[in-house]
């Protein structure tokens, strides 16, 4: 199985900065990678699938790149409602995995 | 609006067994894919399972496998989770999610999550 790695585990960004989320693959998933977001509380919510296509009603200021094993979630300035986990998922084959998500605290 | 709405959790004992079920409305249930997803108390995100439009597939994770069951409704716009042999690791808010695309699909939306509790 894909084994699916998230870094950093923690990242913590001041409201109005730029904030970068790694997400690497154990083999190439092509661009069959989604991102979700989680806030406490919630069930998480779809904010890019394709590697880079934002889902419906998702702002902007997240964009996803990459494809194979090396993808990234960009979120260009932090809003107050940003802060929140983030969890990507490969659906490249059987399992589909997530990785361990990447929490995104206000410094 | 699409809405899915999770209910059947509750504690029950190790070896037990429990059923869940999701309430689908706003879409047509019949012609999507649809999965399970649980998150262990402050833990990450696991698929547990997933089944194709017409019941023609099904995947289980490892973890599950031979011991859940999951099984669609059309006509009643439902999907369900049959649980059996529960362990403590199985402990979990689990959510139904409909599949979008590809096949496997991602997962949009997701319900609010039911409160599975494995405890002697």
């Known amino acids: 199985e894909i084994v699916m790695t998230q870094s950093p585990a923690t990242l913590s960004v001041s409201p109005g900065e730029r904030a970068t989320l790694s997400c690497r693959a154990s083999?190439?998933?092509?661009?069959?990678l989604a991102w979700y977001q989680q806030k406490p509380g919630q069930a998480p919510r779809l904010l890019i699938y394709?590697?880079?296509t934002r889902a419906t009603g998702i702002p902007a200021r997240f964009s996803g790149s990459g494809s194979g094993t090396e993808f990234t979630l960009t979120i260009s300035s932090l809003q107050s409602e940003d802060f929140a986990v983030y969890f990507c998922?490969?659906?490249?084959?059987?399992?589909?995995?997530f990785g361990g998500g990447t929490k995104v605290e206000i410094k | 609006e699409v809405h899915l709405l999770e209910s059947g959790g509750g504690l029950v004992k190790p070896g037990g067994s429990l059923r869940l079920s999701c309430a689908a409305s706003?879409?047509?249930?019949?012609?999507?894919?649809m999965n399970w997803v649980r998150q262990a108390p402050g833990k990450g995100l696991e698929w547990v399972s997933s089944?194709?439009?017409?019941?023609?597939?099904?995947y289980y994770a490892d973890s599950v496998k031979g011991r859940f069951t999951i099984s669609r409704d059309d006509a009643k716009n439902s999907l369900y989770l049959q649980m059996n042999s529960l362990r403590a690791e199985d402990m979990a808010v689990y959510y139904c999610?409909?599949?979008?695309?590809?096949?496997?699909?991602?997962?949009?939306?997701w319900g609010q999550g039911t409160l599975v509790t494995v405890s002697s």
């Open positions: 998922h490969h659906y490249n084959n059987w399992p589909p995995l």
């Open positions: 394709g590697a880079s």
């Open positions: 706003g879409f047509a249930f019949s012609t999507y894919s």
């Open positions: 999610a409909r599949g979008v695309g590809v096949w496997p699909p991602w997962f949009d939306p």
């Open positions: 083999q190439s998933v092509s661009t069959s």
């Open positions: 089944i194709s439009v017409s019941s023609t597939y099904k």
